[in-house]
């Protein structure tokens, strides 16, 4: 009876450890199949996130080179292909194709475009034979924009003692609808102040400096290698109604384009005014002395564009060169075609972007409680002692692109999302 014992419990044991091991095995096969699973899945993903760079990579390309003629307007059924980037005011799309495994041709990545090329969404996808797996969606932020920086020098930035650059958007609105300003409360609840006052140059670390105390509150990058492209008046200037000559007048009133030689004294403008400066003889383009000004009346607007020297010299102007009421920096732009200096001493507040490639830029702060606004763009960006500068992100999405579309913006979205963060 014992023996007959004693083989019943082994054979029970065995049985035991025989289900323990199938399980075991079971276990394991399971686990290898997941594991390979997410391996694929991994694997077709990063096809598809890929895929998707491509896609962005591509339409920019396109925008800079082809004139998006390789596009169609969207949701048109026949397709219409467009003729240039502005294809009719619509939105631009295109449909990249690649061939499977059987030959089947398969959508390689979607391209989205909007009206004013700002924004890019391209979604990729990845595929096993003939199902689709893990969709991705890029959505980024080009401009074209000379203003894509807070302060950009071709060759050096030099930001003396106690200097300070943050940023904030003026595009943003308060409850009230008029435009928020700086450190104001937006209509979303947000401060109006940001942190992308980006500082750079195409030079080398070294040519960036910053003294005692000076704060950066954005990126700081060298060895850029940015082609600051020459600006030139634009071809519908009307030059028929810009026939005047000599100093321009206190006052330019009404919307239009006008010739000048240059600005010597104080001006106050009303409408949306484009001005040229044709100056050849003098070194300045623009000299306000002490007391001087450039004032826009509310709702007006200036676009100076200096085809001679293209410095300016304005000393200890006590008025804010801009709309007193609602200033916008985006409502005084300066293009400079030539290489003189441009340096401003502030005795106020100053709200405006300047593009001159070929000039240096100084900014001497004679009250350090007046703040400077905007963005400028030089050979070399030169702030003396005590400046905070606060860089108008609405710069580079409203001013008149004049060089290749770069990436502003980075977005990864959700491909099944249809929020308006990821559409």
């Not at 894509?148 to 009230?176: E, I, P, Q, R």
Request: charged content about 10%; overall charge negative; some cysteine.
């Amino acid at each position: 009876m014992g023996i007959k014992n004693n083989r019943g419990s082994i054979m029970i044991i065995t049985m035991g450890f025989v289900l323990v091991f199938t399980m075991l095995g079971l276990g394991s096969l399971h686990h290898a199949g997941l594991q390979n699973e997410m391996a694929e899945k991994l694997k077709f993903s990063n096809q598809a996130y890929w895929r998707a760079e491509a896609g962005i990579q591509k339409a920019i390309s396109r925008i800079n080179y082809n004139k998006c003629t390789n596009f169609f307007q969207c949701g048109t059924s026949p397709a219409i292909q467009c003729t240039d980037c502005n294809c009719a005011g619509a939105s631009k799309c295109l449909t990249e194709t690649f061939n499977d495994s059987l030959g089947v041709q398969i959508a390689d990545y979607n391209l989205n475009v909007n009206t004013d090329n700002s924004i890019i969404i391209s979604a990729g996808t990845s595929y096993a034979d003939t199902t689709v797996a893990n969709p991705q969606k890029r959505k980024i932020g080009v401009s074209s924009s000379p203003f894509a920086f807070a302060l950009f020098g071709d060759d050096t930035v030099n930001l003396d003692n106690n200097n300070h650059v943050d940023s904030y958007d003026s595009s943003k609105l308060k409850s009230d609808g008029t435009p928020c300003l700086y450190n104001q409360v937006c209509a979303d609840g947000s401060t109006n102040v940001n942190s992308t006052g980006n500082v750079g140059t195409n030079g080398t670390a070294t040519d960036i400096t910053q003294g005692n105390g000076t704060t950066i509150s954005g990126q700081v990058s060298s060895d850029n290698n940015i082609t600051l492209p020459t600006v030139s008046v634009p071809s519908n200037f009307n030059a028929t109604n810009s026939g005047q000559t000599g100093t321009a007048p206190s006052t330019i009133s009404g919307s239009g384009d006008y010739t000048y030689d240059n600005i010597s004294d104080s001006l106050t403008v009303t409408g949306t005014v484009r001005l040229k400066l044709t100056t050849s003889s003098a070194t300045n383009s623009i000299t306000l002395g002490n007391g001087r000004f450039i004032r826009l009346t509310t709702g007006s607007s200036l676009t100076i564009y200096a085809t001679g020297p293209g410095g300016i010299a304005a000393d200890n102007p006590n008025v804010a060169i801009n709309d007193v009421n609602t200033p916008l920096p985006t409502n005084l732009i300066f293009y400079s075609m030539g290489s003189s200096d441009i340096i401003i001493k502030n005795n106020s507040p100053l709200y405006m972007a300047i593009y001159a490639p070929n000039a240096a830029i100084q900014i001497h702060n004679t009250n350090p409680s007046n703040a400077v606004y905007g963005s400028f763009i030089g050979k070399s960006v030169n702030f003396h002692n005590n400046n905070t500068f606060h860089y108008d992100e609405a710069l580079k999405k409203k001013s008149p692109g004049i060089g290749n579309f770069v990436i502003l913006s980075w977005q990864e979205c959700n491909p099944y999302d249809t929020s308006t963060n990821c559409t």
